[in-house]
């Protein structure tokens, strides 16, 4: 089948990353597979599987592979929000992945680049070119979407912990952390379907992070939502 007829996979990692694709869209079928859900849907005229991952790199890469598996899609779309490393970001502001790094995986004393898997000469995961320029065509209202460089670990970053490693934007170059992104990255990559992740950023990795994560997560999720409303309106 043509891939751009296939369902397309949209995951988020939390409830309210997946609630206005679920609002919006004619659920078709639900399939339960070890306590996740996965909603076959219909969302702006194209067929959409729809599931929350749950938090973190391990959740992400196993519920990314059951629904590359069990449903053939012709894309996937990783779905929610981020702590901001680039200083020109601000809250509601998207990022698009040009690559994803997982900065947690470090084997750098056998001689092996910050965030390369040992033995593979796999590091950075770049996300489809076409998902990437369709996705970044969008216009919000009062913020801005940017293509740019998402680091994934499982680790919630304040200030405490971004000054302690330096090498997240000196290094690295990241521009938005997280925590699944990566692991989606990865599986998509080695299953070889077309990915992006998108994340809108509800804090800044600072002192307020904890606090701005939760007054604006609403914010960030609906930023999202309206990027992947376009992507899926024009792919």
């Not at 809250?91 to 040992?118: K, N, T, W």
């Not at 080695?190 to 701005?212: C, E």
């Amino acid at each position: 089948m043509d891939r751009q007829k296939r369902a397309i996979g949209i995951i988020g990692s939390m409830d309210v990353e997946i609630s206005h694709y679920l609002k919006n869209s004619e659920l078709k079928r639900e399939t339960s597979w070890n306590g996740i859900t996965f909603y076959e849907t219909g969302l702006f005229g194209k067929k959409t599987v729809v599931v929350k991952s749950g938090v973190g790199k391990v959740f992400a890469a196993m519920v990314c592979e059951r629904l590359i598996d069990e449903f053939d899609p012709g894309a996937v779309v990783f779905t929610g929000v981020a702590g901001a490393l680039n200083r020109e970001l601000d809250i509601g502001d998207v990022v698009l992945s040009r690559v994803c790094i997982q900065y947690d995986l470090d084997a750098e004393a056998l001689g092996f680049p910050r965030g390369e898997i040992p033995y593979t000469h796999l590091r950075e995961f770049k996300a489809d070119e076409a998902l990437i320029d369709i996705a970044g065509r969008t216009k919000l209202e009062g913020n801005k979407v940017i293509t740019g460089t998402i680091l994934t670990g499982d680790q919630f970053m304040t200030t405490k912990e971004t000054n302690e490693h330096k090498y997240l934007t000196e290094e690295l170059h990241g521009d938005a952390i997280e925590m699944e992104g990566g692991s989606i990255a990865q599986v998509c990559t080695l299953n070889k379907i077309p990915f992006i992740i998108v994340r809108t950023v509800s804090d800044r990795a600072d002192g307020t992070a904890a606090a701005d994560f939760n007054k604006f997560l609403p914010l960030a999720a609906r930023n999202s939502f309206d990027v992947v409303k376009n992507l899926l309106l024009n792919y």
